[in-house]
């Protein structure tokens, strides 16, 4: 068994050349990817293993190599701009065929600004902040001689574990969505959280009885509104009411004076 060696590169991943060990060279790829303005799919095909498995925060589920592809195309079209500054990384040569990476750093991500209407508008430096987002983690990866040339070996990364610190990216959205509801409370009116419009259209139909009732019966303003019962009758005004028969003006209703 060879003895293991360990490369510490502690500046820019740019600064990674093809003298630098495998996984170093394939960290260097990945970051390459993220920050590409549009990710190339055969690129990450060729650099994720057909096996790989990414895990992040620890999660119970991992997923794999095209899910993985998927969510780097998905996430960079979000922002307009995206640096990974990696800080520092450690590469541990275990063997020929097996390389392990530790890395740690800090993810920009800067997305469009919108304005009182919600229109995206164009990056400006001074309308436009950047998300933070620190992460650091391992890549475990494969090398394998090449059978259709010579010249280079196929190397591939097996699998990733990283934590990323996603708060800034949740915080961003919490707002997003406060501004959203705020530009809807404005066009529409304050609408109460306890109400839905079909309750709303089933109170203004019911004043609109109440109403209707009211005018129709003679009700004085502000009386409640009469039993279902009797809400289909119609009173006239007393002043127009027949006389009781037999009766005599100025006599009692059984007609004895």
Same mark, same amino acid.
């Given at each position: ?8 590169? =502690? *500046? ?5 050349? *093809?003298?630098?060990?495998?996984? %170093?060279?394939? /960290? ?9 303005? =549009? ?8 650099? /994720? ?33 995206? !640096? @990974? ?23 920009? @991500? ?8 919600? %229109?995206? /508008?164009?990056? &400006? ?7 933070? &987002? ?6 475990? &990866? ?7 040339? %010579? ?23 919490? @707002?997003?969505?406060?501004?959203? !509801?705020?530009? *809807? ?14 309750? *709303? ?9 109440? !109403? ?10 502000? @009386?409640?509104? %009469? ?31």
């Amino acid at each position: 068994m060879g003895k293991v060696q360990i490369h510490e590169h =502690t *500046t820019s991943y740019q600064a990674i050349t *093809t003298k630098s060990p495998h996984g %170093l060279q394939c /960290l260097k790829k990945l970051f390459l990817e993220y920050d590409n303005e =549009t990710p190339s799919r055969a690129s990450l095909d060729s650099l /994720l293993a057909r096996d790989f498995t990414d895990n992040e925060n620890e999660s119970e589920r991992s997923i794999g190599r095209e899910e993985s592809i998927e969510n780097i195309i998905s996430n960079r079209k979000r922002c307009s701009r995206h !640096q @990974m500054d990696l800080k520092r990384a450690v590469c541990i040569e275990h063997d020929a065929k097996r390389q392990e990476v530790l890395f740690e750093g800090v993810r920009f @991500m800067l997305f469009p600004f919108e304005d009182d209407r919600g %229109l995206e /508008l164009p990056i &400006v430096e001074d309308k436009g902040d950047w998300i933070r &987002v620190p992460f650091s983690g391992r890549i475990e &990866v494969r090398t394998k001689e090449n059978r259709y040339t %010579l010249k280079e070996a196929v190397i591939e990364i097996v699998s990733r574990r990283w934590t990323v610190d996603n708060s800034q990216l949740v915080k961003r959205e919490l @707002m997003s969505n406060r501004r959203s !509801q705020s530009r *809807t409370a404005t066009a529409t009116g304050p609408v109460s959280p306890i109400s839905s419009p079909s309750e *709303t259209l089933l109170r203004s139909q019911s004043t609109g009885q109440s !109403q209707s009732s009211q005018s129709h019966i003679g009700l004085p303003g502000g @009386m409640s509104e %009469l039993p279902a019962a009797l809400s289909g009758l119609v009173v006239h005004d007393t002043k127009s009411l027949p006389p009781y028969p037999g009766s005599v003006a100025g006599s009692s209703v059984d007609g004895r004076a």
